[in-house]
T-cell receptor, first 113, second 110 residues
Framework: DAGITQSPRHKVTETGTPVTLRCHQT?????MYWYRQDPGHGLRLIHY???????DKGEVSDGYSVSRSKTEDFLLTLESATSSQTSVYFC????????????FGPGTRLTVL | SQQGEEDPQALSIQEGENATMNCSYK?????LQWYRQNSGRGLVHLIL?????REKHSGRLRVTLDTSKKSSSLLITASRAADTASYFC??????????FGQGTRLTINP
């Protein structure tokens, strides 16, 4: 998985609780991404980062916030989780030697009850 | 909204046969990529074709791109059981952002 780890790998939480997912990379890649994957929708971009403290919204950013205070960590926060945010979340990076190809982490399965 | 749309949504073939998946997109692109996802895993990059290329090969994979029709195809030759996976096309629109299609679920029967 290209040196990308995600934590936790599985989480069950209740509606209204805050949740933070972590993506960690060890190779100093500049670009990092958060996607969600749902049946019938493929992967949809939530937020992405192009450097420390530089982030931007993706297609489905409502209800999510991100932070990147260090190159190696990109955090995705659900301020108040809803059942519609039940999904599998993937982090990805762009390899510095190729500005187009993305490499994905193993994913986090989040269930909001 | 999704940029790439794969067709078919599901494909089941016998081992050894060739598998062809198609992807259509709507706007101008810099490149088009194909990814594979095994069940429960992250996506793995297979091949990238740039907008000025028409065909590209990698092992048993052949990708074509027709920018006039805004479509691409992925051909997997001599399929194997290990090719069973979902396959996604993704269009590159610059700024290192990709837009993914919904995927084709490929099953290779022994």
């Amino acid at each position: 998985d290209a040196g990308i780890t995600q934590s936790p790998r599985h989480k069950v939480t209740e509606t209204g609780t805050p949740v933070t997912l972590r993506c960690h990379q060890t190779e100093n890649h500049r670009y990092m991404y958060w996607y969600r994957q749902d049946p019938g929708h493929g992967l949809r971009l939530i937020h992405y980062s192009y450097g420390v403290k530089d982030t931007d919204k993706g297609e489905v950013s409502d209800g999510y916030s991100v932070s990147r205070s260090k190159t190696e960590d990109f955090l995705l926060t659900l301020e108040s989780a809803t059942s519609s945010q039940t999904s599998v979340y993937f982090c990805a990076i762009v390899n510095g030697t190729s500005t187009d190809t993305q490499y994905f982490g193993p994913g986090t399965r989040l269930t909001v009850l | 909204s999704q940029q790439g749309e794969e067709d078919p949504q599901a494909l089941s073939i016998q081992e050894g046969e060739n598998a062809t998946m198609n992807c259509s997109y709507k706007t101008s692109i810099n490149n088009l990529q194909w990814y594979r996802q095994n069940s429960g895993r992250g996506l793995v990059h297979l091949i990238l074709i740039r907008s000025n290329e028409r065909e590209k090969h990698s092992g048993r994979l052949r990708v074509t791109l027709d920018t006039s029709k805004k479509s691409s195809s992925l051909l997997i030759t001599a399929s194997r059981a290990a090719d069973t996976a979902s396959y996604f096309c993704a269009t590159g629109e610059g700024a290192q952002k990709l837009v993914f299609g919904q995927g084709t679920r490929l099953t290779i029967n022994p």
